[in-house]
C-alpha cells in the first residue's frame, strides 16, 4: 500500500493510505543506518510504500518514494545532526508575534534562509494584533517594509479573536502548508480557528517569562478542508541553518543575490572586503540593516559549527 505520514512519534507513525484511511505503522530496522545523517529518517509528508509484517503482523514502512523537497533544521540536542521538520509541502506559513511571545527579526530571517535553500515559498504571518501596544508599532512596520518587497507576504491575524482567518483560510486552500514558529505565537489557536473540528489541545503562555509552552508534542498532518492540509510543528526555540557553505549564505537573502555579483571577489563574504557590493547597498539604505545583521549571525553560526565541512 502506498501512504503519506500525518504524525510522526518517534516509535510509531501514522498514515492515510490512498483509500483514505489511517494506520499505525513502525519501521524496519534497516532504517536505523540512516541515524548518522538525521534523527528522522522518515518525517511528516513522506510519501511511504507499506507492507504487512509476516510475523507480528504489523503494517511496517517498506520503503519512502522520493521527496519533491523538505525543509530542514539544525537538530536541537545533536548540533551535528540535522532534523527534517516537514516534507513534500507546497508552502510554509511562519507566524511571528510582536510580543507575548516576542518573535527576533533574526529569527524570522533564518526560517527564510532555510525555506529558501529548499525552494519553499514563505508568507508571514503577524498573530496577535489584538495585543498590540504603542511600544511594538516600530517592529511591526520595520516587517511591513522588509519583507513584502523581498518577495515574502505578510498577513495580519488575531487567532483568539477570529480576525484575518478569511485570508489565511484563501492562502491555504488546495495546498499542503507547514506552519511554524516559537511556542506560544498561536499555530494550535489558528489551526483550531480554520478548522474547529479539529479541536488541538492549546495552552496559554507563561505570564511571569512571556514565552510560549509547549503544546504540540509531535509535528501532525491534519486536513483543514477539501484538499487541504496543514502539518502543526512543535514549537521551535532556536534556529539554526545547516547544509550551507558560508560563500553561500548571500544566495539565500533575496537582496543580496544579485549584488553579491558584482563583488569585487567572487567568494566575497561582504565583511570586510574591498569593493563589496552588498556593503555598498547596505550603506545605501538598499538592504535593511537588521537583515545584514541576520546574514552576520548566520555566518558565524555556520563557521563554529562547522556541519558544511562534514558534509
Same mark, same amino acid.
Given at each position: 500500500m502506498k501512504g503519506k505520514i500525518l504524525q510522526s512519534t518517534g516509535s510509531w507513525?501514522?498514515?492515510?493510505?490512498?483509500?483514505?484511511? @489511517?494506520?499505525?505503522?513502525?519501521?524496519?530496522?534497516?532504517?536505523? +543506518?540512516?541515524?548518522?545523517?538525521?534523527?528522522?529518517?522518515?518525517?511528516?509528508?513522506?510519501? !511511504?510504500?507499506?507492507?504487512r509484517d509476516?510475523?507480528?503482523g504489523d503494517l511496517v514502512? +517498506?520503503?519512502?518514494?522520493?521527496?519533491?523537497?523538505?525543509i530542514v533544521r539544525q537538530s536541537p540536542r545533536q548540533k551535528h545532526f540535522k532534523h527534517i521538520i516537514a516534507s513534500n509541502i507546497d508552502q510554509a506559513l511562519l507566524m511571528v508575534t510582536i510580543s507575548q511571545p516576542r518573535t527576533s527579526p533574526g529569527f524570522i530571517d533564518r526560517f527564510l534562509v532555510i525555506a529558501e535553500a529548499y525552494h519553499i515559498p514563505v508568507t508571514i504571518l503577524i498573530n496577535k494584533t489584538d495585543v498590540l501596544r504603542a511600544k511594538d508599532q516600530?517592529?511591526?512596520?520595520?516587517?511591513l @517594509?522588509?519583507?513584502?518587497?523581498?518577495?515574502?507576504? !505578510?498577513?495580519?491575524?488575531?487567532?483568539?479573536?477570529?480576525q484575518g482567518i478569511a485570508e489565511v483560510r484563501t492562502l491555504l486552500e488546495n495546498k499542503i502548508t507547514l506552519i511554524a514558529?516559537?511556542?506560544?505565537v498561536g499555530k494550535s489557536t489558528m489551526v483550531n480557528a480554520l478548522n474547529p473540528g479539529l479541536n488541538i489541545k492549546t495552552k496559554n503562555i507563561s505570564r511571569k517569562w512571556e514565552k510560549g509552552m509547549h503544546t504540540t508534542t509531535f509535528a501532525t498532518m491534519h486536513e483543514l478542508f477539501d484538499n487541504s492540509y496543514i502539518i502543526d510543528s512543535p514549537g521551535i526555540k532556536e534556529l539554526?541553518? $545547516?547544509? $550551507?557553505?558560508?560563500?553561500?549564505?548571500s544566495g539565500y537573502f533575496p537582496e543580496m543575490r544579485e549584488r553579491a555579483q558584482q563583488c569585487q571577489y567572487n567568494n566575497c563574504l561582504h565583511e570586510n572586503e574591498p569593493n563589496c557590493a552588498v556593503k555598498a547597498a547596505l550603506e545605501n539604505g538598499n538592504i535593511a540593516w537588521s537583515r545584514f545583521e541576520?546574514?552576520?549571525? $548566520?555566518?558565524?553560526?555556520?563557521?563554529? !559549527?562547522?556541519?558544511w565541512e562534514r558534509m
Open positions: 507513525y501514522y498514515v492515510r493510505t490512498e483509500d483514505g484511511k @489511517q494506520y499505525p505503522c513502525r519501521l524496519p530496522g534497516r532504517f536505523k +543506518q540512516d541515524l548518522s545523517k538525521t534523527t528522522n529518517p522518515i518525517a511528516v509528508g513522506d510519501d !511511504v510504500i507499506l507492507s509476516d510475523f507480528s514502512i +517498506q520503503d519512502i518514494l522520493p521527496r519533491k523537497n523538505y516600530p517592529m511591526l512596520d520595520e516587517i @517594509q522588509i519583507y513584502p518587497s523581498l518577495g515574502y507576504p !505578510v498577513l495580519l491575524a488575531s487567532a483568539e479573536k477570529k514558529g516559537h511556542s506560544g539554526f541553518v $545547516i547544509e $550551507i557553505r558560508p560563500e553561500e549564505l541576520s546574514y552576520l549571525g $548566520i555566518l558565524n553560526d555556520i563557521r563554529s !559549527v562547522n556541519y
